[in-house]
């Protein structure tokens, strides 16, 4: 478990670029802020949170099986999360030519604790990043000394509280964030950034070796 501590800050700091590319899960949360108000924001956000951690439970229960006897499936795993991402960069960086980029949130919210606790939730589990973050990417900080499942267990919780706090400080933070987050310039830029994002990410997935 030491080297698996010795990994977190590394793994923190990627889980928290990911939280800050806009995408599904930033525009659930600001869209609920905005709209809803903060408590609606925030029982999204904790089903944000479930969500992740469930992700990290399924990859942690189906990964430990297939990687202890295959590192074909790893590898095909492993390229096959580099190509979505990469993909993914592309199709951001041609969302440039649009006036607000990708980054758009305007929808309806959800005000009641379940509906809202729902829609955070369901947004996570339908999120293609959240799963292949866990799927593909998480197996990749654990160090062989540690159990499989028991580390993308403990990353899986320590995305969910750096995703947690993160929004969180959306949440707080919106008013301010909702006049600067309207303006077009802004919005590209963020879509901008969250490309060359995804396009690390998957440089960092390329390079990792099986376990």
Same mark, same amino acid.
């Given at each position: 478990?030491?080297?698996?501590?010795?990994?977190?800050?590394?793994?923190?700091?990627?889980?928290?670029?990911?939280?800050?590319? $806009? /995408?599904?899960?930033?525009?659930?949360?600001?869209? #609920?802020?905005?709209?809803?108000?903060?408590?609606?924001?925030?029982?999204? %956000?904790? /089903?944000?949170?479930? /969500?992740?951690?469930?992700?990290?439970?399924?990859?942690?229960?189906?990964?430990?099986?297939?990687?202890?006897?295959?590192?074909?499936?790893?590898?095909?795993?492993?390229?096959?999360?580099?190509?979505?991402?990469?993909?993914?960069?592309? #199709?951001? %960086?041609?969302?440039? !030519?649009?006036?607000?980029? !990708?980054?758009?949130?305007?929808?309806?919210?959800?005000? #009641?604790?379940?509906?809202?606790?729902? %829609? /955070?939730?369901?947004?996570?589990?339908?999120?293609?990043?959240?799963?292949?973050?866990?799927?593909?990417?998480? $197996?990749?900080?654990?160090?062989?000394?540690?159990?499989?499942?028991?580390?993308?267990?403990?990353?899986?919780?320590? #995305?969910?509280?750096?995703?947690?706090?993160?929004?969180?400080?959306?949440?707080?933070?919106?008013?301010?964030?909702?006049?600067?987050?309207?303006?077009?310039?802004?919005?590209?830029?963020?879509?901008?950034?969250?490309?060359?994002?995804?396009?690390?990410?998957? %440089?960092?997935?390329?390079?990792?070796? $099986?376990?």
């Amino acid at each position: 478990m030491i080297a698996l501590l010795h990994v977190i800050p590394a793994f923190a700091l990627t889980a928290l670029l990911l939280a800050m590319v $806009p /995408g599904q899960g930033v525009a659930m949360v600001l869209r #609920q802020s905005l709209v809803g108000g903060r408590s609606a924001a925030f029982y999204s %956000l904790a /089903g944000n949170a479930v /969500g992740l951690i469930t992700w990290g439970l399924l990859s942690s229960v189906g990964l430990s099986v297939i990687f202890a006897k295959s590192k074909l499936a790893f590898s095909l795993l492993k390229w096959a999360g580099v190509s979505f991402l990469v993909i993914l960069s592309i #199709q951001t %960086l041609i969302q440039l !030519k649009n006036e607000f980029g !990708k980054f758009d949130f305007d929808s309806s919210a959800k005000t #009641q604790f379940w509906p809202a606790f729902r %829609l /955070g939730l369901f947004t996570n589990l339908t999120n293609v990043k959240a799963a292949l973050f866990a799927v593909a990417f998480i $197996p990749q900080f654990v160090p062989k000394s540690v159990s499989l499942g028991m580390g993308i267990i403990v990353l899986s919780c320590t #995305q969910s509280l750096v995703s947690t706090t993160w929004y969180t400080s959306m949440i707080l933070a919106v008013h301010k964030s909702s006049v600067v987050l309207a303006k077009p310039s802004v919005r590209r830029s963020l879509t901008a950034i969250s490309a060359l994002g995804i396009m690390f990410l998957a %440089l960092g997935l390329a390079f990792t070796s $099986p376990r």
